[in-house]
Structure formats: C-alpha cells, structure tokens
Antibody
Framework: QVQLPESGPGLLKPSETLSLTCTVS????????WTWIRQPPGKGLEWIGY???????NYNPSLKSRITISADPSKNQLSLNLTSVTAADTAVYYC?????????????WGQGTLVSVSS | QSVLTQPPSASGTPGQRVIISCSGG????????VYWYQQLPGMAPKLLIY???HRPSGVPDRFSASKSGTSASLAISGLRSEDEADYYC????????????FGGGTKLTVL
C-alpha cells in the first residue's frame, strides 16, 4: 500500500512561505496524478491542486497566485509551496494519490501535517 | 461555504440505518461521479465510495450510496460505534470552482 508521509515547518509567521514535502513509497510518482488538499481546524476539505508526472499542474483558482506544486522523481517526492501565508492558511495539509480526472479521485492520503500561521 | 451541501450532523443508535445527503449542481454532481470519504477522529480521510456507488476493497457492504440528478446520498445500515466519524461527499466540478469540490462534512454520532 502506498505511503505518503508529509513533512513541513509546523509553525509560520504571516507573510512567510509554506514549504511542504510528501515522500511517496513504495510506488513511483511517475505516471500518477498527485493532489494536495487542506483542512482548516474543525472545518471541511479544500482542494489545493495537483501535479501529473512531474510536469503539468492545475491549481485552485482562489490560491493560484500563491501556489507552486512540483515533483522530484529522483527522490520520489512531491512539494507544495504557498507564499505570503496568513492565519487563513492554518490547516492540516494532505497529499494524496490521484485526483487528476473525474473518474479518478484522491484515493490514498497521507496522514497530514498541521501548519499553523501566527505572529 | 462549501460548494456541495451536507447536513452538519446526523445520529443514530446501534443497528439503525442512517442516511446522509449531499446536494450540488449541474457542473458537479449533475455531470460527474460522486465520491464519499470517511474521516475518523484524528485521521486522514479514507475513500469510502467511488464512482457514485462502488465500495473499495475492505469497505463493508453496510455502506451504500446512490445519486440522482444533482443530489447524492450515503446510507449506513447496521450502525456500529466505529462508524462514528465525519463523512464528506466530493465531486469533480466542470466550472471554475473545481476541479474537486467537497461538502462541508457530516458528523455522525452513534448514540
């Protein structure tokens, strides 16, 4: 079964850049869609974006100006960068396999990593 | 404000049947598959139902789902204490909202 542990800073100050990584095992990240989703404390799920095969991406329009999703096949790792964070970006961030097609949802999810933004 | 609408809470006693609804629009549920996720306390969401009414391997047949028009529902029969969780519906959205939109989640309490 695919494992997707996320890692990140935990605590950020407003205006800083959030950088998260998700290391996939044992499957290769090639030939799959990989999705980032977040969940503010006590709230619902919000789709952030996806990347396919280390190349093409699609981002949530509301976050598009601040997001970069990338992939490093040599490390089998996915990354999410979110610039100019505010308290509204406080959430548990999940990476998940799939999500690039209507018939292929995010199926396997990482355990999530909590990111808090506070001065 | 979530694109898909779910009741915030539902409850039932052990053995009962509970139904959770999910309402959307033509650009999401009306034209694409519906998915359901179960989120146990402190855990990541787990895919419970895919493509409207299919269960992944390992999901008990007590869980079933259906879709009609721009609405969908998840039914849990023979309710058990371990079913106490948050349940989310999701769908691909063909409009600028998407592509993935979720319901706000329904907290199921087993009394």
């Amino acid at each position: 079964q695919v494992q997707l542990p996320e890692s990140g800073p935990g605590l950020l100050k407003p205006s800083e850049t959030l950088s998260l990584t998700c290391t996939v095992s044992p499957a290769s990240i090639n030939n799959y869609y990989w999705t980032w989703i977040r969940q503010p404390p006590g709230k619902g799920l919000e789709w952030i974006g996806y990347i396919y095969d280390s190349g093409s991406t699609n981002y949530n329009p509301s976050l598009k100006s601040r997001i970069t999703i990338s992939a490093d096949p040599s490390k089998n790792q996915l990354s999410l960068n979110l610039t100019s964070v505010t308290a509204a970006d406080t959430a548990v961030y999940y990476c998940a396999r799939g999500g690039g097609r209507a018939y292929s949802p995010p199926d396997f999810w990482g355990q999530g990593t909590l990111v808090s933004v506070s001065s | 404000q979530s694109v898909l609408t779910q009741p915030p809470s539902a409850s039932g006693t052990p053995g009962q049947r509970v139904i959770i609804s999910c309402s959307g629009g033509n650009s999401n549920i009306g034209s694409n598959y519906v998915y359901w996720y179960q989120q146990l306390p402190g855990m990541a969401p787990k895919l419970l139902i895919y493509r409207n009414n299919h269960r992944p391997s390992g999901v008990p047949d007590r869980f079933s789902a259906s879709k009609s028009g721009t609405s969908a529902s998840l039914a849990i029969s023979g309710l058990r204490s371990e079913d106490e969780a948050d349940y989310y519906c999701a769908a691909w959205d063909d409009s600028l909202s998407g592509p993935w939109v979720f319901g706000g989640g329904t907290k199921l309490t087993v009394l």
